[in-house]
């Protein structure tokens, strides 16, 4: 049996040139400029969960004091699209959630009914990123088809931002499918 380990290594170096030498992307937008968002989801706790939760306040205007779970159940990277949509309340946030979201959705708002869920946010560009807690919609139902709407404790230029930051993302780890070149997206 003869092994030609000098080229297997020729190979691996023509690999690793090529990975490390690949094509550059260009881009028209900055990364400083485009606008981030993380998303978290907190379902209220009860007495027994003492040392795993946390005391919060909903919305800033007239607060509501809220003991939530400090472990997120839904985060950004089960965001699958988001969307605002005017409604009588100034504007409502859409989440819809990617598979794996909708299930653990189903899942938690079956689990526990009568509850509160606790939205928060930061959002903003690069460095300059603000936490806030956005929403604490009941729990009243069990939601199947993995969308969550609420209306934001923002305004209608921060909730868009949120809005825009958690489609950058989505586009970015593959739960949404990029716009083309031509195109605008609305």
Same mark, same amino acid.
Not at 1 to 6: C, G, S
Not at 132 to 142: K, Y
């Given at each position: ?6 080229r297997f *290594? ?6 690793? =040139?090529?990975a490390l030498? @690949?094509?550059? %992307?260009?881009? %028209?937008?900055?990364?400083?400029d485009?606008?981030? =968002?993380r ?9 027994e969960?003492? @040392? ?9 205007g ?5 003991? #939530?779970?400090t ?10 699209? =988001?969307?605002?949509v ?7 946030m859409v989440? !819809?959630?990617?598979?794996?979201? /909708?299930?653990?959705?189903?899942q938690? /708002?079956?689990?526990?009914?009568g509850?509160r869920f606790a939205i928060?946010? !930061?959002f @903003?560009v !690069?460095?300059?990123?603000e ?8 729990? *009243?139902?069990? #939601?199947?088809? @993995?969308?969550?709407?609420? %209306?934001?404790?923002?305004s209608?230029e921060?909730?868009?931002? #949120?809005?825009r930051?958690? *489609?950058?993302? =989505?586009?970015?780890?593959?739960? !949404? ?6 195109s605008k997206?609305p």
């Open positions: 049996m003869v092994i030609r380990p000098l *290594n020729f190979y691996l170096l023509l690999l690793l =040139a090529g030498g @690949g094509c550059a %992307t260009t881009t %028209t937008t900055s990364t400083k485009r606008p981030l =968002a998303l978290t989801v907190n379902v209220e706790s009860n007495r969960a003492e @040392g795993f939760r946390e005391l919060i306040s909903v919305p800033r007239n607060p509501v004091a809220i003991n #939530i779970l472990s997120a159940l839904l985060n950004e990277t089960h965001v699958a699209e =988001a969307r605002l005017d409604s009588f309340a100034g504007c409502t989440i !819809q959630f990617n598979p794996m979201g /909708t299930h653990l959705l189903e938690y /708002t079956a689990a526990y009914p509850r928060a946010a !930061q @903003g !690069q460095k300059k990123l936490k806030r807690w956005l929403a604490a919609p009941l729990l *009243n139902r069990r #939601i199947a088809d @993995g969308i969550l709407a609420f %209306t934001p404790d923002a209608r921060e909730a868009d931002l #949120i809005v930051g958690l *489609n950058n993302l =989505a586009r970015e780890i593959g739960n !949404q499918s990029k716009p083309k070149s031509g997206k």
